[in-house]
């Protein structure tokens, strides 16, 4: 791995071509996310159709703590951490008061630098930045804003032995399958 850093971090974890994500057809296979973006601009695409959203070992990639697992082991052997909060513990997070998540969110903390975060982008689709460095002071504001202060954080350490040991934590199904909105629908 090169030096770790923002725009390594940004490499390994800023798209869902490089978290492995695909998207089901309704078939049973499989559309990368490209060939997702040409099924939207088809004239003929569904506006109403559900292409559930899978990391490449089978998990949903809906999950904001199964983003966070695939960070820790995307930087292995580097220190990270999943952290998180529920919203009744941290009522003045951005991700509490505009209900991002409805009852909590758990994201990646890598070097004890960066915070690390694809999910508010790929399935909140709240913000355009998915690393956060926690020494700048401009980051650091922002983090403020939207996870509210580090004291109401824990550790999931239930995730983040299944990260260690390779296995997703268990999920249940999805409520709500990944909708991607048509381009044509404004």
Not at 114 to 121: E, F, R
Request: hydrophobic share 40%; aromatic share 10%.
């Amino acid at each position: 791995m090169q030096e770790l850093g923002r725009d390594e971090l940004q490499r390994l974890f800023g798209s869902e071509e490089a978290l492995g994500i695909r998207f089901t057809r309704p078939d049973g296979g499989f559309y990368s996310p490209a060939e997702m973006d040409a099924y939207w601009h088809r004239p003929d695409a569904d506006p109403l159709a559900e292409f559930p959203s899978q990391f490449a070992d089978g998990t949903d990639a809906i999950c904001c703590t199964n983003y966070a697992i695939h960070v820790v082991r995307g930087v292995r052997p580097i220190s990270a951490q999943i952290m998180g909060f529920a919203n009744i513990d941290n009522p003045h997070s951005r991700v509490a008061l505009e209900e991002i998540h409805p009852a909590g969110h758990d994201f990646a903390i890598v070097a004890d630098r960066y915070l690390v975060d694809p999910w508010i982008v790929f399935v909140a689709g709240y913000t355009h930045q998915i690393v956060f460095d926690l020494s700048d002071p401009r980051d650091a504001a922002t983090v403020l804003d939207l996870y509210g202060p580090a004291e109401c954080w824990t550790p999931n350490t239930r995730a983040m032995e299944a990260a260690l040991r390779g296995v997703t934590e268990p999920q249940k199904p999805p409520r709500a399958l990944c909708v991607r909105p048509s381009p044509r629908s404004g």
